[in-house]
Each structure stands twice: as structure tokens, then as C-alpha cells.
Nanobody, 125 residues
Framework: QVQLGESGGGLVQAGGSLRLSCALSGRTFSDYAMGWFRQAPGKEREFVAAIGRTGIVRNYADSVKGRFTISRDNAKNTVYLQMNSLNSEDTAVYYC??????????????????WGQGTQVTVSS
């Protein structure tokens, strides 16, 4: 059974940075594409970034391109989301997700079978 646990959320001022981490346990981490999604109050869950099994394939939502970087360390079973130049529109609960290798090419939450519990990111203006 795959288990995912996020960390690194918190309160940050606009223009600041945060790094989220998500550790996978229970299965072989390198078998999975990994994604980050976020959900703001009253809004649907939206795609943020995804990374393929080896880290070569990376996709980003237009809203975060150039500001966020997804990476992974297969030796540590961990995926990261480095978030820079944060603004109030980035305030949301951030979720990591694990899926089959083809999930790295999808923006849809349904492409991922496993989800973490989420971590809150709040950007104050």
C-alpha cells in the first residue's frame, strides 16, 4: 500500500519561498510518476507540476512556470516542490500524488491513484 506524506507548508510573505517535500513509502518510489496539486477554498483541485520516474520529464501549470520547480530524489523516496516568488493566489492546500508512469503527462487528478493528506501554504500580502 502506497503512503504519501507531505511537509514544508506554512505561512510566508508575498515574494518569499517555500519548499515542499513528499515522501513515499510502501512501494518502490522510482516506479511512480509524481505530481503536485493544490486546492484553494471554494475551488477545484488543480494541477501544479508533475515529474516522471527518472526526473527527465517535467510539466508545469502555466500559472507556476518560471517560479516553481519540481524535483525528485529516488534514493530518498522523496519528491520536492520549490516555490519561489509566491503570491496570494498560491494560497492553497498542496497535495502530492503518485501515479503510473504515464501520469507525468497528465494534468488530471484522476491520473493519479495515491494521494497525501495535504499541507497548507498561506501567502500573506
Amino acid at each position: 500500500q502506497v503512503q504519501l506524506g507531505e511537509s514544508g507548508g506554512g505561512l510566508v510573505q508575498a515574494g518569499g519561498s517555500l519548499r515542499l517535500s513528499c515522501a513515499l513509502s510502501g512501494r518502490t518510489f522510482s516506479d511512480y510518476a509524481m505530481g503536485w496539486f493544490r486546492q484553494a477554498p471554494g475551488k477545484e483541485r488543480e494541477f501544479v507540476a508533475a515529474i516522471g520516474r527518472t526526473g527527465i520529464v517535467r510539466n508545469y501549470a502555466d500559472s507556476v512556470k518560471g517560479r516553481f520547480t519540481i524535483s525528485r530524489d529516488n534514493a530518498k523516496n522523496t519528491v520536492y516542490l520549490q516555490m519561489n516568488s509566491l503570491n496570494s493566489e498560491d494560497t492553497a492546500v498542496y497535495y502530492c500524488a503518485a501515479g503510473s508512469p504515464i501520469a507525468a503527462g497528465s494534468f488530471r487528478p484522476s491520473a493519479y491513484g495515491y494521494w497525501g493528506q495535504g499541507t497548507q501554504v498561506t501567502v500573506s500580502s
